[in-house]
């Protein structure tokens, strides 16, 4: 797996990006305007003219610098411009929408005005009309969708499961049966009859990972488990998912990684720690930033002023 970097460019407020292995060598040198991690053998890269191309693990261009944005492959498609490719940077889906997602259950959010959204099948299609404003991706059957400023569930034929008496801003998607939403301005879990199986009672929540989520009450992080038991206290400033066993946090303005016991499995000597991706984590102390393992080596450090490099967030939040 290789890991995007930044490198200033002298005199500039701009970077230029490449990759390194896990082991911290440079196997891309930077070149780039900006680039995505791989994805299916490929990852989108910016020339210099902002055109967007796709090169694989060695850095040979794979598909020509010909679209906008960066975009990363899923299931053999990607999402860019507005439409979606496949691997020989072909159309699957002609470029006609102006918001869209990656496709989840053979089913894409999709819309054609930025207001008004839907669903279409991998035709391009419309299967369930553009009716919501706005709504997310399937996730075991269900897909959250908002009404009149009032978010339900509706299954993969549009029919509305869960009635719509949630608030903004967008609910979870549901993991393992049970689903994050808001109501009269507090966070909790429903299960798939639209029925609290957590009590709303949170000023913040993350998805499930690892069976487990991070929760906010009186201005501070904690973790519950799929019971709603607290594993973990509300006492961290920042606290990010578990991924294999490790959450970043932070706390007395430091941030290091803890376990869901809250042991520190990498003690906080960090201004700010990303999640893991793989086997690497970008972590930033004062004007630059590194990654580390998950023993807590350096492998790399970045020049002061280079742009920390984000992990991609999970397709269906």
């Known amino acids: 797996m290789l890991y995007p970097i930044s490198e200033p460019i002298p005199d500039s407020v701009k970077d230029r990006f490449g990759y390194i292995d896990h082991r911290?060598?440079?196997?891309?040198?930077p070149s780039y305007?900006?680039?995505?991690?791989?994805?299916?053998?490929?990852?989108?890269?910016?020339?210099?003219?902002?055109?967007?191309?796709?090169?694989d693990g060695k850095g040979r261009l794979m598909i020509p610098h010909q679209f906008r944005g960066l975009g990363r492959f899923h299931n053999g498609l990607c999402l860019i411009g507005g439409g979606y490719i496949n691997h020989l940077?072909?159309?699957?889906?002609?470029?006609?929408?102006?918001?869209?997602?990656?496709?989840?259950?053979?089913?894409?959010?999709?819309?054609?005005?930025?207001?008004?959204?839907?669903?279409?099948?991998?035709?391009?299609?419309?299967?369930?009309?553009?009716?919501?404003?706005?709504?997310?991706?399937?996730?075991?059957?269900l897909a959250a969708a908002c009404l009149d400023d009032c978010w339900g569930f509706i299954d993969r034929a549009g029919k509305l499961e869960i009635p719509t008496v949630f608030e903004g801003p967008t609910p979870?998607?549901?993991?393992?049966?049970?689903?994050?939403?808001?109501?009269?301005?507090?966070?909790?879990?429903?299960?798939r009859s639209g029925s609290f199986v957590i009590k709303p009672e949170y000023e913040e929540i993350k998805s499930f990972s690892e069976g487990c989520a991070c929760v906010k009450q009186n201005g501070k992080w904690g973790m519950i488990d799929t019971d709603g038991r607290l594993v973990l206290a509300?006492?961290?400033?920042?606290?990010?998912?578990?991924?294999?066993?490790?959450?970043?946090?932070?706390?007395?303005?430091?941030?290091?990684?803890?376990?869901?016991?809250g042991k520190w499995l990498i003690e906080p000597k960090f201004d700010r720690c990303l999640s893991f991706?793989?086997?690497?984590?970008?972590?930033?102390?004062?004007?630059?930033?590194?990654?580390?393992?998950?023993?807590?080596q350096t492998v790399w450090t970045s020049q002061p002023g280079a742009q920390i490099q984000y992990p991609p967030q999970p397709f269906f939040i």
């Open 234 to 261: 509300c006492q961290f400033d920042e606290l990010g998912g578990l991924n294999a066993g490790m959450a970043p946090a932070k706390t007395d303005g430091k941030a290091g990684f803890l376990s869901a016991s």
């Open 277 to 296: 991706f793989g086997d690497l984590a970008a972590v930033k102390l004062g004007k630059t930033y590194s990654y580390i393992q998950r023993d807590g």
């Open 172 to 191: 979870k998607r549901f993991r393992d049966g049970i689903a994050g939403v808001r109501i009269d301005g507090r966070w909790g879990f429903i299960d």
């Open 89 to 141: 940077g072909d159309w699957v889906i002609q470029p006609m929408f102006l918001a869209a997602s990656a496709f989840s259950e053979g089913r894409a959010m999709a819309s054609t005005d930025g207001e008004n959204f839907g669903f279409i099948d991998f035709t391009g299609s419309f299967v369930i009309p553009p009716r919501f404003r706005p709504c997310t991706p399937f996730s075991e059957g």
């Open 24 to 29: 911290g060598s440079v196997a891309i040198r």
């Open 33 to 55: 305007s900006a680039c995505s991690h791989f994805f299916e053998g490929k990852a989108s890269v910016i020339d210099e003219t902002g055109e967007t191309g796709f090169i």
